[in-house]
């Protein structure tokens, strides 16, 4: 078998970040001797994490059986997405910010045995919903829980509760049309109608600024699928929502921002 080097573009903070919680958690459980120890797993997590390598690639590399790699993975998953920011507690950050942006993504996923659920009409493709709250400079604030990708941004803004949490913290939200609405403190572009006239020269010119205030908020977007792994999930769609919280506080301890 041919290998050759590899890079991760993270810091050296992210790996000891997730090495120390790797070996407070074996020191908590009292375990034995593994196969690679807490820098090495935590150097395994983030490569198939970041680069989006595949636990075949990654047995071969570490000189490890590809179910300890998959075991291997899992559990800094599961100790990072227990470190994730629920919502109640990001808003205490977010209710500070001079203003927030909402939007929502569809992380691709692997076709599964029920696809409607999971299949996008907008997209066009099967996948998970998960929304983003981005700070007015376009950084990533907060991701929610992955939901099936034929739900709804609307839809999906108001079952994760975050139509209310913004409301009641009296933030002003700038979102898309598709969060139309939404009311609140939400705040959407002038939406043409069928069967209507055009949009008026004061609705279009509301509807600038707004457009290049939500621009920002895709840099959050495409922050967040720099991990490989989330170009498209090939793994049972349930496991999105662990994954995606992971990436988070990852993202958060690289940027040196919300990390706790």
């Keep these: 078998m041919l290998s050759y080097p590899s890079t991760i573009s993270l810091s050296s903070r992210t790996l000891n970040h997730l090495a120390g919680r790797i070996r407070a958690h074996r020191q908590q459980r009292k375990s034995r001797w593994r196969r690679l120890t807490p820098g090495r797993q935590a150097l395994l997590a983030l490569a198939h994490l970041r680069n989006g390598d595949t636990y075949t690639r990654l047995a071969a590399g570490f000189d490890i059986g590809t179910a300890t790699a998959w075991r291997y993975v899992q559990e800094a998953?599961?100790?990072?997405?227990?470190?994730?920011?629920?919502?109640?507690?990001?808003?205490?950050?977010?209710?500070?910010?001079?203003?927030?942006?909402?939007?929502?993504?569809?992380?691709?996923?692997?076709?599964?045995?029920?696809?409607?659920?999971?299949?996008?009409?907008?997209?066009?493709?099967?996948?998970?919903?998960?929304?983003?709250?981005?700070?007015?400079?376009?950084?990533?604030?907060?991701?929610?829980?992955?939901?099936?990708?034929?739900?709804?941004?609307?839809?999906?803004?108001?079952?994760?509760?975050?139509?209310?949490?913004?409301?009641?913290?009296?933030?002003?939200?700038?979102?898309?049309?598709?969060?139309?609405?939404?009311?609140?403190?939400?705040?959407?572009?002038?939406?043409?109608?069928?069967?209507?006239?055009k949009l008026s020269r004061r609705q279009k010119a509301v509807n600038r600024p707004h457009a290049k205030i939500r621009a920002r908020g895709e840099r959050a977007i495409a922050t967040l699928k720099t991990w490989r792994i989330l170009v498209k999930l090939r793994c049972c769609p349930r496991k999105a929502t662990g994954i995606v919280q992971a990436i988070l506080v990852l993202h958060h301890v690289e940027t040196n921002r919300y990390a706790g």
Excluded at 89 to 108: F, N, S, V
Excluded at 130 to 146: E, K, M, P
């Design 77 to 197: 998953i599961a100790l990072l997405s227990a470190a994730a920011d629920d919502l109640d507690t990001a808003m205490r950050r977010i209710r500070l910010l001079a203003y927030a942006i909402l939007d929502g993504t569809l992380i691709p996923i692997d076709r599964v045995a029920d696809q409607k659920p999971y299949y996008s009409g907008k997209h066009k493709r099967h996948g998970v919903n998960v929304q983003v709250i981005t700070d007015a400079a376009g950084r990533l604030v907060w991701a929610s829980a992955a939901l099936p990708g034929a739900v709804h941004d609307l839809t999906a803004a108001r079952s994760h509760g975050i139509i209310n949490a913004l409301t009641s913290a009296n933030v002003t939200t700038f979102a898309d049309k598709g969060y139309q609405g939404a009311r609140g403190s939400v705040r959407t572009p002038f939406k043409r109608r069928r069967f209507r006239p």
